[in-house]
């Protein structure tokens, strides 16, 4: 079984850009931290569409063991705690079986 995490947030206005680069620095250094991690791809919204939000995430693992491992990783939690809450004014996510 693969389990897909998909996440969607919705930056606050005052958002800065250099605090959407340390989003994409701290998620680009997580795969290196958590081997639990299989595929992690993430990113910008192009604008096509107004009402989309303004970034996404998608991560793969192999098991819902290696998922749970990820969630609750320190080095994900301090992430989170020091970029993802003081950007994000809305956030949603979902994990599926694939």
Do not use: K, W
Not at 10 to 17: A, G
Not at 48 to 63: C, I, R, S, W, Y
Request: glycine share 8%; net charge negative.
């Amino acid at each position: 079984m693969t389990v897909r995490h998909i996440v969607l947030f919705r930056f606050r206005d005052e958002v800065t850009p250099e605090q959407v680069e340390a989003i994409e620095d701290g998620l680009a250094a997580l795969p290196g931290l958590i081997p639990e991690i299989r595929s992690y791809r993430y990113g910008r919204d192009l604008g096509l569409n107004p009402a989309n939000p303004g970034f996404g995430l998608v991560a793969e693992f192999d098991t819902t063991g290696d998922f749970a491992t990820y969630r609750d990783h320190p080095d994900h939690r301090a992430f989170i705690a020091r970029c993802i809450e003081p950007a994000v004014a809305e956030r949603v996510s979902m994990q599926m079986e694939v």
